[in-house]
């Protein structure tokens, strides 16, 4: 595991969290590839070789792991562990232990089940009622698996060698450790980054990881904490907008743009300057005017099949409104009276809005609530895209809106690197250089092992 404050100076091996407690899964299911060879062992040291083909199910009851290689039981722990025997295995699409199942977009709109592909070690245990699969492998392996999985596997080197630098720079920043307590570096989701595996590797993202190998972004003697999101909307996004803590001298609110570039709305201080940006298209490095929108689909990770993260719009009748809000927000509503925007970030995204309603006892009344994440999870039945959004109504009768429409910008928190933007520049040939500097202005490149 990574040591929290160490700065490592050779490869650091990285545990990743694959099945999470909240998944709750009772099994689990496996498949060895033709190589390498491995073998399994339980927590009691009782060791068994394993062969091409064997497929092995974990079965959880009260407690304990039974396994079964192709259907036959071999025994109970509460522990077990795959390890290969040889380290110097084969890197490769697909290559390594099939995981059946994992869950890809926890919690979000785009949630699926994904068979995935893993090298290095796996570790098999027991949380209260559920199983965990833990992934051990070195973090030059990983990286190359979270560049394809964040990004689809056509996108040119400039964006997979930049995606990797910024990827290594937060992992080994290590200032989250949202999974500790369980043994974990990281999960395998947006929570954390997005890594599934060498489901789709490339020789391409195996070699943007080699060719950065150990670079990271630094500011002064530290490891830039590199946060990253799908789509900043034109304008970055500042850590504190977003998390406790102190402003980062790196991530600050910049058109995400070309050197001198003007736009008449700039900057996002007040709501008609928000909604003239986002009802436009500014040219952006992550709007249309670099990135095809119809093309977007051949550039982002498998499981984004979408296709409009610049600038889109939902719509909600007052019944759907109202029955969204009272189940997201806790509260009795007869009828949603107004949704007002009260403090935004410097990239429009909202930080705080307050929700009028009608109760059901006739009284008006009013929730408010804060974090752009919130938000998020309040305005939509699974996530919306961001907070960056303004919102008309559809007049109904007297004093009660017909319809909502919020009409937004970007696909996540927008602080830092922007991906469809990095996307943008990588098209347009700036070098992988380049685009960190210019999203993590006033850093520095160093090899650190
Ligand atoms: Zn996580
Ligand atoms: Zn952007």
Redesign the pocket.
């Known amino acids: 595991m990574l040591q929290p404050d160490v700065i490592p100076t050779t490869e650091p091996g990285l545990r990743v ?1 694959i099945i999470l407690p909240e998944d709750e899964e009772e099994s689990i299911t496996i498949d060895i590839p033709q190589e390498p060879q491995y073998y399994m062992v339980s927590k009691a040291d009782n060791k068994f070789d394993l062969v091409s083909n064997d497929r092995i199910e974990f079965h959880l009851s009260e407690s304990v792991i039974s396994v079964f290689i192709n259907t036959k039981a071999v025994g109970e722990s509460n522990s077990w562990s795959i390890k290969p025997i040889n380290v110097e295995y084969r890197i490769g699409n697909k290559a390594g232990i099939k995981v059946k199942n994992v869950i890809s977009g926890r919690d979000f709109h785009w949630k699926k089940f994904l068979d995935v592909y893993l090298l290095g070690c796996i570790e098999i245990k027991c949380v209260g009622k559920s199983l965990i699969l833990i992934n051990e492998l070195p973090i030059e392996q990983y990286l190359m698996c979270v560049a394809t999985s964040e990004m689809g596997a056509a996108c040119p080197e400039a964006l997979i060698e930049s995606q990797t630098i910024v990827a290594r720079s937060w992992m080994l920043a290590n200032v989250e450790m ?2 500790r307590a369980l043994g974990m570096d ?2 395998n ?1 947006d ?2 980054q997005r890594y599934q595996g060498t489901t789709h590797l490339t020789e391409q993202s195996i070699k943007g990881a080699l060719n950065t190998s150990g670079k990271v972004l630094m500011y002064g003697d530290n490891i830039c904490d590199a946060r990253y999101s799908k789509s900043c909307g034109g304008v970055m996004e500042t850590f504190e907008n977003v998390w406790e803590g102190e402003p980062l001298p790196y991530l600050q609110a910049i058109p995400d743009a070309p050197d001198g570039f003007i736009y008449n709305a700039l900057p996002l201080n007040s709501e008609e300057s928000v909604r003239k940006w986002i009802e436009n298209s500014p040219k952006t490095f992550c709007s249309p005017a670099f990135v095809y929108e119809k093309d977007l689909k051949n550039y982002l990770g498998n499981v984004d099949e979408e296709g409009e993260y610049f600038r889109w719009n939902f719509r909600y009748t007052q019944k759907e409104i109202t029955a969204l809000l009272n189940l997201k927000l806790d509260i009795d509503a007869a009828a949603i009276l107004a949704i007002r925007p009260v403090k935004r970030g410097y990239s429009g995204r909202l930080i705080k809005v307050q929700v009028d309603y009608r109760h059901i006892d006739g009284q008006q009344e009013s929730v408010i609530m804060e974090d752009q994440y919130v938000i998020r999870q309040t305005f939509h039945e699974l996530f919306l895209y961001s907070s960056a959004f303004v919102i008309d109504i559809e007049k109904g009768i007297e004093d009660i809106p017909e319809a909502f429409i919020l009409k937004g910008a970007g696909w996540g928190h927008g602080v830092g690197y922007c991906q469809i933007g990095a996307l943008g520049m990588s098209l347009k040939g700036f070098i992988a250089e380049d685009i960190v500097y210019h999203y993590y202005p006033g850093s520095t490149l160093k090899k650190i092992y």
Request: proline fraction near 0%; charged fraction near 25%.
């Open positions: 969290g949202k999974h990281v999960c989701d929570c954390c």
